[in-house]
């Protein structure tokens, strides 16, 4: 994996959770609450340059990455892959050279491919930062510190005691990686009646190392009893025609989280999505819009966090 700190320690790229050092992911997670209490140097990045550079379609993680460098006071570039030199044959790399050329100080990337953002980390000049916006199957990031920030909010700052549930495609699923890592690192799921369980149709569950240590299940209304947390992931409807999934009512009936199914977990339970949502399909609206749902903490935090993460590379 390419290095994401330079030779003295400090964050250059954030391009993965997998391996970053437990006190560097709660500065960041204290820096954003800090931020999400009104505490944020709204010029710290100041005379810096960020662009977003997106090779696939996104309309949360750009306007929050966009957002978030508008409020550090940063310029800010957007790229398009659909409008750009892409289309005339022009590499990933050349573009991000060509961009650099112009001034830019950073790089939010999300990619089709996984590994993808690492490779242009590599050849970036020696003061650009680059940052994992989403590549393909592999990491998230930023959305896997939001997660935590939520739960941290929702259930007290020490998740280490939590049993969560993640459901759905987690073969597919950056989002579920990067928040799996993120959790080992708080130390859920090390004992003590903390659980990291996951529950989907095998077809969607990883056969790779990905759930080492978790409690993995088939039974969704056996997962749910008594957690303190669910993460539901969306099902992409291209799972359909690879025929992973029967039908989008078959896939509700038997993982769709529904308010009767929720009264299985703790009475309190913290309900997340990362987005978008297929009301229906994975969560019905009662519960999407019902108290018990961080949907739109979870947007809101998701700002406050790629600002902390701008301001540690670029600060």
């Given amino acids: 994996m390419f290095p994401q700190t330079d030779s003295h320690g400090r964050l250059r790229h954030l391009l993965t959770l997998e391996g970053l050092p437990r ?85 939010v990337v999300r990619h089709h491919e996984d590994g993808a953002v690492a490779a242009l980390a590599a050849a970036a000049a020696p003061g650009t930062s680059l940052v994992n916006a ?64 996951v529950c989907g149709p095998q077809a969607l569950l990883p056969e790779d190392g990905t759930l080492a240590g978790c409690a993995v299940g088939h039974d969704f209304d056996a997962a749910l009893e008594g957690v303190d947390a669910v993460m539901m992931l969306r099902l992409q409807r291209e799972r359909m025609a690879e025929g992973l999934v029967p039908s989008l009512q078959a896939y509700h009936d038997a993982y769709g989280l529904t308010a009767a199914r929720l009264r299985r977990a703790a009475p309190d339970a913290a309900v997340l999505h990362p987005g978008p949502i297929n009301r229906g399909v994975e969560i019905d609206d009662e519960v999407a819009d019902g108290p018990q749902s961080m949907i739109l903490r ?8 790629r600002m902390a993460v701008l301001e540690m590379l670029l600060a």
């Fill in 134 to 197: 989403g590549d393909g199957r592999h990491a998230h990031p930023t959305q896997g510190l939001l997660d935590v920030l939520t739960l941290r909010q929702a259930r007290g700052g020490d998740l280490a005691g939590l049993r969560i549930l993640i459901v759905g495609d987690v073969r597919h699923s950056r989002v579920a990686r990067s928040a799996l890592h993120a959790l080992r690192t708080l130390g859920v799921g090390a004992g003590g009646g903390s659980e990291i369980r």
């Fill in 23 to 107: 006190a560097t992911l709660l500065r960041l997670l204290d820096r954003a609450q800090e931020i999400a209490d009104g505490r944020a140097d709204d010029r710290a990045l100041a005379g810096r340059a960020v662009c977003t550079l997106f090779f696939e379609p996104s309309t949360r993680t750009r306007m929050s990455f966009q957002r978030a460098a508008q409020r550090l006071g940063a310029d800010v570039l957007g790229f398009d892959a659909s409008t750009s030199s892409t289309t005339k044959g022009e590499s990933g790399r050349d573009t991000l050279k060509t961009i650099e050329a112009m001034g830019v100080d950073a790089f």
């Fill in 298 to 305: 979870q947007v809101a935090n998701g700002v406050a966090v």
